[in-house]
């Protein structure tokens, strides 16, 4: 309960307890704040504090924005049932017309689902954000559910749609580049997996072509591992089936088999031995499809490939103790034997296009995120892993490494850091020098003048009072994913505990290439037993078509045992 003193209070005339209804009500209130009137109203309820759940308003949320002006949603919450609740929020703003919003709940004998929409009719406006003299509905809808079939089995769906690119940002629902349905059947069955999806996309960019944004259905994928066998042997089955069409570009349709044995072996003196044999057999009929520097495919065609792989990872980690510390040194080679035969022309990259080469994939057997790239050729990859540990809690890590292929011939994208016999070096150092400081620093450096061509770091500093945030990554993309062009960009974000009650948090992005922040926020919280106050002040510098550089501002107050 609030203490003797309460930041805030309501007087009223009369205050009457309806014991039937578990409801109290107020005749002339007026609402105080530090002593001091700030509200009238003639008549106020709220459920008493034995109500676990009712209908009524909820909290109001007041703000302001470049785009809408002031705000005001003031939410009203529906028990429909004991399983069922719908909440109506309706926006109002000074600049546009109201938007309509809502959320429905319901709890069902085999799971759970929601859905959460809105939609409003408002001036159209040009790219330039000018109105146009015509109206037009603008909405999203959002939803999830998952639902049990049996112990094993379980089907859900994911929604996300919007009426137009830059809806849900303009009214603060989401940032997102690209929105993606699912609906789908999952079976975990002891070491068996299966799943079967279908998927939808909506992008969001100006670049982004409706026509040719992909559906996939279906979308199958089995996964089998066996139980471990001869000396910890196991291996493991991997099945997937894939159709992705688009309505004015490419089609595909993909078939997978694969198969691993892995077989793990530890020697006496500590050196630990990972084989692995795989093979997997891809089969693709694309019509449509652009092959580079030539035409669109006119008919359907046929492609495959196997992709065999022989895989020996050997490391040997030295651990030395002493008086305060431990260390360990753990030199890491892994070789693998493979084919350099490439990926045919007739073959589509639908999943691998966004390639990266750093420390966190210089040991695996692909670097690519999917299947439609095969991570060809025999190769050598070796690095050296260093940690220290303290006994009072600090400690430290350094990584090196790079890959040497045997064939001149290689088949990566220039400047990915791969495309040629020697890797690019990477590596990563992590220290926690105290519980007030920690530091990360990644980085891929060029392998003939050590230029830097990927370095991301992360800093975090200060006591719990006071701690400061801050990040910076460096890419050089323009050779590997034109859709990702270089980016030079900095993070700092803080937040401020002034007592047990205040505090306050800020955040910055900011671009170092094209020299112009991103984003820029702050705000400052307060919290007790009797209310919840926040006060958030955002500038994004970004445009985008209709949406220019805007400041929204976001007051929240709760007063905590009103209902």
């Not at 909506?202 to 979308?219: A, C, K, M, N």
């Not at 002493?322 to 045919?344: D, F, K, W, Y």
């Not at 990566?412 to 020697?422: E, T």
């Not at 501002?553 to 007063?559: A, F, G, K, P, S």
Request: hydrophobic share 35%; glycine share 8%.
């Amino acid at each position: 309960m609030c203490r003797k003193k309460p930041l805030w209070r309501i007087r009223a005339v009369s205050i009457t307890h309806r014991e039937d209804t578990k409801t109290i009500v107020y005749r002339h209130a007026v609402l105080e704040f530090f002593g001091i009137p700030v509200a009238y109203l003639p008549y106020l309820s709220h459920p008493d504090p034995s109500v676990k759940r009712r209908s009524g308003f909820l909290v109001p949320k007041v703000g302001s924005s470049s785009f809408l002006g002031a705000k005001l949603e003031i939410p009203y919450y529906f028990i429909i049932s004991p399983y069922q609740d719908f909440t109506f929020a309706p926006l109002l703003t000074t600049r546009e017309s109201i938007k309509f919003g809502g959320q429905y709940r319901q709890r069902t004998g085999a799971g759970q689902y929601s859905l959460d929409g809105s939609i409003t009719r408002v001036d159209k406006r040009d790219n330039d954000g000018l109105q146009t003299g015509n109206k037009v509905f603008r909405g999203h809808i959002f939803g999830d559910g998952r639902f049990a079939i049996d112990n094993r089995t379980s089907w859900g769906f994911n929604t996300a749609w919007s009426t137009d690119d830059t809806y849900l940002r303009r009214y603060g629902i989401d940032d997102a580049e690209t929105l993606t349905s699912r609906l789908f059947l999952e079976r975990i069955d002891g070491r068996d997996y299966f799943n079967a999806a279908a998927y939808g996309f909506q992008g969001l960019r100006i670049e982004d072509v409706s026509g040719q944004t992909p559906f996939i259905l279906p979308w199958l994928r089995f996964q089998h591992i066996s139980q471990p066998g001869w000396r910890g042997s196991t291996y493991k089955v991997d099945a997937s089936a894939l159709v992705m069409q688009r309505p004015d570009g490419a089609d595909t349709r993909r078939l997978s088999l694969g198969g691993e044995w892995r077989l793990p072996l530890v020697a006496r003196f500590g050196a630990v031995t990972d084989i692995t044999a795989s093979l997997r057999g891809d089969f693709y009929q694309t019509n449509g499809l652009h092959r580079i520097g030539g035409t669109p495919q006119q008919k359907s065609h046929t492609a495959g490939r196997l992709a065999p792989m022989l895989k020996v990872d050997w490391r040997l980690p030295l651990a030395r103790t002493a008086p305060g510390h431990t260390q360990i040194i753990e030199p890491i080679v892994s070789l693998v034997a493979a084919p350099n035969r490439g990926n045919p022309t007739d073959i589509p990259n639908e999943d691998s296009q966004n390639f990266i080469f750093d420390n966190t994939n210089l040991f695996r057997s692909s670097r690519f995120a999917g299947l439609d790239r095969f991570d060809s050729g025999s190769r050598i990859n070796y690095g050296m892993r260093y940690s220290i540990t303290a006994d009072d809690g600090r400690s430290g890590e350094l990584m090196v490494g790079e890959s040497f292929r045997f064939s001149r011939r290689t088949y990566l994208p220039p400047g990915a850091g791969l495309d040629q016999r020697r890797s690019d070096f990477v590596g990563r150092i992590r220290l926690g020098l105290s519980p007030y400081i920690d530091f990360y620093h990644s980085v891929r450096l060029d392998r003939d003048n050590l230029a830097l061509r990927r370095n991301e770091i992360a800093v975090v500093v200060g006591p719990r009072a006071v701690r400061l945030d801050l990040s910076f990554l460096e890419t050089d993309n323009k050779n590997v994913d034109p859709l990702n062009p270089d980016r030079r960009e900095i993070r700092l974000a803080t937040r401020f505990r002034f007592t047990d009650k205040w505090r306050g948090h800020g955040r910055l992005v900011r671009s170092l290439l094209r020299d112009e922040n991103i984003l820029a926020e702050g705000g400052i919280s307060y919290q007790d037993e009797c209310v919840d106050f926040g006060l958030t002040i955002r500038h994004n510098f970004t445009r985008d078509r209709e949406l220019t550089p805007s400041t929204s501002v976001i007051l929240r107050l709760v007063l905590k045992h009103l209902g």
